[in-house]
Structure formats: structure tokens, C-alpha cells
């Protein structure tokens, strides 16, 4: 009797690869827009928890990529393909990357990914990649799909049998991703000791990295913490000039005012800081007596915003030390600028000061 002659073929390994490659190019289209859906969802999500991120990326697989995968060979018996059936096997068909600032962001992105999808699976690579003979980077991975309510809706209906990966990992962790895929070597049994040795060292000092900055923004928030309490219990003398003080400050020296932005504090705090004010006590001792919108009206027939505001009554307090000390010291119209609103206080009878921060008393003398 003659054996069965399949049974001695090898297997096509391009004929597979050929044959995913066509089924896949009829749905490349869904799966990018799968991905954009959920970079969409996810952005908006973190939005709404205020989850601050560096940065979210979302492709489908390109029909190469896709086509190298769908070709490789199975550990267990390198003459079968890995993935029978590869369009239902492979599961990042649509990727979604979220890069993070800092570790601790990690958690908060974690429960919103949980929050907004059915997780179907979670992987922490960090624990795998010893054993995959990779040099190895941090990133939980995640394989996801619509949950089933989302799915119902008319416009996600059509997503409702995908799955996709998102990877989550810090820009240090992303930065040590992106220059490993470019590293010859992709076997540790093919690198040299020496250089073994160095990728593990770096590996080390890419995690020491990471936990000194989380460090290093805790201690931050407890510093800004403490100074916004400060504020907030009317201790001025121990509250230094932050813009999350400055606005706490400010909203109720003249009323909060939506319309400024947090690049506006943080400017007008940087500014306050080159002019020699330490504290905000400073700041209070100068503006002290004033009467802001009698300022803002004798120079404007409009209420002007918060910022604007006090800065009339810095002026005012401060009289022509405040263009002296200024940093647009040097810019003609801006010294103009100031001296014409001295005048004009001046004019309708408002009195000015002379107020200059404690640093600068002896360097600027009256």
C-alpha cells in the first residue's frame, strides 16, 4: 500500500501567505477605520477623566506586515503555519498606541480602557520577554472589543465582531520600543555577551529613569499642593507664585474668568518671578487698597479680562517700577505703553505706588 502523499508534502507557506493577503485587502478599509474609532473613543475618554497623555496613535496592519505574519511557521512544527486561519487568528488587525508621561498613568489608563471596551485580554510584556529572546521594553498590551451596548448603536454596528490591541507604555519605555526594532539582532543566543550585557544595563537604567521622574512629579504635586492650600487658608507669606496658585490667587483677589488659559498663569506667573516677586504675599502687598474695576475704568470703557485687570493694578502699585523691572523692558512700545497708563491714573485722579518686590529694594533703589 502507498502512504497518503500529502503526508511527506511540505507546506505552502506562500500560497498561505498569498491567499490571507487577498482576504485581508477586502477589509483593510474596516479595520482603519476601527482603529481611528477607537483612538477617538479613548482621547475623548481620557478627556472626560482628565487623563493627561502624551500622545495616542492608531493604524491597521499594513497588507506586508500583515502578510509576514500570516506566513510564519508554528513553534510547535515549523512545516504548519502558526496561524491556520490567519484573518480570524491575528488579533491587531486595528492598533491602538497610547504613550503616557509618567508610570503612574499607566493605572488611570488602565481603568479607562476597562471602562470603555470589553478587555478580552491583558499582558503585562514586561514579564514575557526573557523568554521570547527579546532584549524587552515595559507595554501592556490589550486585546479589545465594543462592548455590547456601544456595539448596538447604528454607527459602531458594523465593529461589533472585531477585536483589537491596544499597547500601552511611557514615552521612555516608547522610545526604547522604537530604536529595539531597529536592532540587528533579535535572538539572545545570537548576541555577543558584551553587548547582552549593555542592552540589560540600559534596560535597567530606561525603568530607573522612569520611576525617578514619577518620583520627581509626585514631589511636585505635593510642593503645588501644599503652596494651593496655602492660598486657599490665606497663608500668602508661604504660597510661592505658581500658576495653579496665581489662579487660586486671582479668582479671588477679581473673580474667576474662564476665559483665561493655564498658558496665561503660567506666563504671567513666569513673568511675576523675573520681576523679582517671590510670594504671593508680595503680590497682595502691592495691590493691596486698590479698586480694579475703578482702574480698568478710568483706562478702558470696557471691563477688560481677569489678567488684564491685574495687571492695571500692578502698574498701579507698582508706578514706573513696574516697566523697570519688566522683562519687555527694552521694547519701546511696550515702555510707551506703561507710561501712558501712568498718565492717564493720573489724570483721573488715582493714586500710584511705588511698591518694588523685597529682592529688588536694594538693586532698583525708589
Known amino acids: 500500500m502507498h502512504g497518503n502523499p500529502r503526508s511527506t508534502r511540505s507546506f505552502d507557506f506562500d500560497h498561505h501567505k498569498e491567499a490571507a493577503v487577498r482576504q485581508y485587502r477586502f477589509v483593510k478599509g474596516l479595520y482603519e477605520e476601527f482603529a481611528e474609532v477607537l483612538r477617538h473613543i479613548l482621547g475623548e475618554a481620557f478627556n472626560e ?5 502624551h500622545s495616542i496613535e492608531a493604524r491597521a496592519k499594513t497588507l506586508t506586515s500583515f502578510g509576514q505574519k500570516a506566513a510564519r511557521p508554528s513553534v510547535a512544527d515549523p512545516n504548519r503555519p502558526r496561524y491556520r486561519d490567519p484573518l480570524s487568528e491575528i488579533t491587531d488587525l486595528a492598533g491602538v498606541r497610547v504613550i503616557t508621561f509618567f508610570p503612574k498613568t499607566l493605572k488611570e489608563v488602565d481603568r479607562v480602557i476597562h471602562a470603555e471596551f470589553r478587555v478580552i485580554e491583558k499582558k503585562d510584556q514586561h514579564h514575557y520577554h526573557h523568554t521570547r529572546g527579546r532584549f524587552g521594553y515595559r507595554s501592556v498590551h490589550y486585546l479589545v472589543r465594543m462592548k455590547p451596548e456601544r456595539a448596538a448603536l447604528p454607527e459602531y454596528r458594523c465593529f461589533a465582531k472585531l477585536t483589537a490591541e491596544i499597547q500601552v507604555r511611557t514615552i521612555l519605555q516608547h522610545a526604547w520600543a522604537e530604536m529595539e526594532h531597529d536592532i540587528r539582532y533579535k535572538s539572545t543566543e545570537v548576541i555577543p555577551a558584551s553587548i547582552r550585557n549593555r542592552f540589560e544595563d540600559l534596560a535597567h537604567m530606561i525603568e530607573a529613569a522612569d520611576r525617578e521622574f514619577q518620583a520627581i512629579q509626585n514631589e511636585d504635586q505635593m510642593l503645588r499642593d501644599a503652596a494651593l492650600r496655602n492660598v486657599l487658608q490665606g497663608n500668602l507669606d508661604d504660597a510661592d507664585i505658581l500658576p495653579d496658585t496665581l489662579k487660586s490667587y486671582l479668582d479671588g483677589r477679581f473673580g474667576p474668568d474662564r476665559r483665561m488659559t493655564w498658558y ?3 506666563f504671567v506667573a513666569d513673568t511675576l518671578k523675573k520681576m523679582g516677586f517671590v510670594t504671593l504675599q508680595e503680590v497682595d502687598e502691592c495691590i493691596a487698597g486698590y479698586d480694579a474695576d475703578q482702574i480698568c475704568r478710568a483706562l478702558r470703557d470696557f471691563r477688560q479680562g481677569q489678567l ?10 507698582m508706578g514706573d517700577g513696574y ?4 522683562p519687555w523692558i527694552r521694547e519701546q512700545k511696550f515702555s510707551q505703553r506703561c507710561a501712558n497708563i501712568l498718565k492717564t491714573l493720573h489724570r483721573k485722579n488715582i493714586a500710584t505706588g511705588s511698591y518694588l518686590p523685597r529682592v529688588m529694594r536694594r538693586t532698583h533703589p525708589q
Open 308 to 317: 488684564r485687570r491685574f495687571e492695571y493694578t500692578l502698574i498701579a502699585g
Open 264 to 266: 496665561s498663569y503660567d
Open 323 to 326: 516697566a523697570r523691572l519688566h
Open 49 to 53: 477623566a482628565a487623563v493627561k497623555i
